[in-house]
DNA sequence: TTGAAAGCGCTACCAG
DNA sequence: CTGGTAGCGCTTTCAA
């Protein structure tokens, strides 16, 4: 009984006598015997894992979105191996060459960084499939921000309002930059002043958007409708509107979030589903694993509007609009 | 200039010539050349990964954590290999054996499965080290569930309450059942009546707390004050609560979820510290995979209760206790 | 300071 | 149906 026959069983290969594969069988379980997978990698040249790189992993929307891809890499017999950028674009090149040296058979990455060409020489064996943000020259699968936002803004505006504020203006983010931007069309299509002290330029963290919110209500002419540019920035609303009790005050948030429904009233928010993205994403790795040629693809993910509430308030009678 | 030399310099050895390095360093960056950690680990017999895995990464507890894991495990240069069992214990298995066949330095485990004895064989390579749920002859880092759950209902009691429901009394985690068992402990101290009704059995889920609460609240003696199990069940008690506008009945839950603070009242959790469990967790498998010989050890993390209002709101006049 | 050779555990290729 | 041999990319040991 050699190696070559052990090797044989283990792989499921079919020449292998009956007798002789059940022997073989029953000594792997006496011996505990685990094939290393390592080693069959470095040999067939196949790697066996995916490398995943997101932003951070306590973020709501990425664990869900890591969760999704395991479970699907599960199916092709893939491991996953789990890596954090923390936004920053130094730590995700080093995050980058060591998902690279771990030879991963590809890497699904939030990117953080402007220029990734540095990754171009790594792309034929080792292809890349960008999440939540596009990258020129790189395949992504995304939502659609602009649009998205487009119809949260055009719906305020049905209802009547004409004070629109947006919160959590952060141009570290590229999405946000987008929603921002459908954001300003909508208003200058309705020929409404896009006045800046209605979004404020800040970070699109829970605490500053609590901060911004009570600002903008202090204002003489306050907002009627606020639209939060992401998740975060929900919750810092929400936490400010509940807080001052000012609950009257129209908002739809980019982003579920937890309990957003159990609010009163419940928070009308843009939902895109991790999971889908997730899938849909390492879907597209497995399709460049097979043919790295392929040219790089824009895969657009369908957001939904849950209205819970918040986001169908009308503006207060008397109010100007 | 051998491959030998090579190896060198990018293990950073002494002895090469400046000269050399230098003349290597340049190669390296021209060819883009990134060395192969499998191939390296292979070799030397030490991996340089580690395997984590927990019930699901859609647990804001677990992402925390894993979170924390990865963040310790980059400074010792570790990869993270992650990986979920969806609570289920042939999955569980399933998982463990990829693991062990990735080779993976040790690994950190939320356990599922009541044996691990399977484990046996390969645990003076590879150690395990539990968390949140301790199993017998393993190490494990865990929060002192019954502890902290007594001094919650002791603070209720303190308050004037005697109607105190448990909701999530779900036998499939142990961690749930010594708090129930903590609850129980405490009610027969101060002499009140163990009512089964005030603690259904029922799925420590976010829908069935919520069902539950509604029925506990429609009771003829409704409870006055309600122990969440674990934050699905306290996110669930919060959903109903505030559909039925009862937020004056007390509140609080096992486990921080965002938004508790936002709400109002603020809702009272018992916190476990996700990053500090994880670093400790970490910390410990280092420590046994330098020393796999050492006795297995039971890490309790300190909870702490954030006190937000709806754990201190007292019974209502009148009310029977 | 540098290099040659062996071998980690596996599979591809070719023989028997 | 079964087995030998070579070699994946690296490090270890010993030698120059």
Chains 1, 2 share one sequence.
Not at 198 to 216: G, I, N, Q, R, W
Not at 232 to 251: F, I, K, P, Q, Y
């Amino acid at each position: 009984m050699s190696i070559k026959t052990v090797s044989r069983v283990v792989n499921n290969e079919v020449s292998v006598s009956p007798a002789t594969r059940t022997r073989v069988k029953r000594s792997i379980s006496e011996l505990d015997y685990v094939l290393d997978t390592r080693a069959r990698a470095l040999k067939s040249g196949v790697p066996d894992a995916v490398g995943v790189l997101v932003d951070t992993i306590a973020d709501p929307f990425f664990s869900s979105l890591v969760g999704a891809i395991e479970d699907r890499a599960l199916e092709d017999g893939l491991s996953v191996i789990f890596a954090s950028t923390g936004f920053d674009s130094d730590r995700e090149r080093d995050q980058l060459l060591r998902l690279t040296g771990q030879r991963v058979r590809g890497i699904i990455l939030a990117p953080v960084a402007q220029d990734h060409s540095y990754l171009g020489r790594y792309r034929s064996t080792m292809p890349v499939v960008m999440i939540d943000r596009r990258t020129e020259g790189f395949d992504s699968v995304v939502v659609d921000d602009e649009k998205a936002t487009r119809g949260a803004i055009e719906g305020f505006i049905s209802r009547g309002h004409t004070r629109i504020a947006f919160v959590g203006r952060d141009e570290r983010f590229s999405t946000v930059i987008q929603r921002a931007h459908g954001y300003d069309q909508v208003l200058i299509k309705h020929n409404i002043e896009v006045d800046p002290a209605m979004s404020p330029p800040s970070a699109a963290e829970t605490d500053s958007a609590k901060s911004v919110t009570t600002m903008l209500l202090s204002l003489p002419q306050p907002p009627t409708a606020i639209f939060a540019a992401n998740p975060r920035s929900g919750m810092g609303v929400v936490e400010a509107l509940h807080g001052l009790n000012r609950t009257d005050v129209a908002l739809i948030s980019f982003g579920d979030f937890s309990l957003a429904g159990a609010l009163k009233p419940g928070v009308t928010c843009i939902g895109q589903d991790p999971h889908r993205i997730g899938v849909a994403a390492l879907e597209r790795l497995t399709q460049l694993m097979d043919s790295p040629e392929t040219a790089p693809e824009e895969i657009l993910i369908e957001t939904e509007l849950l209205q819970r509430g918040s986001g169908e308030l009308l503006p207060p009678r008397g109010s100007k609009g």
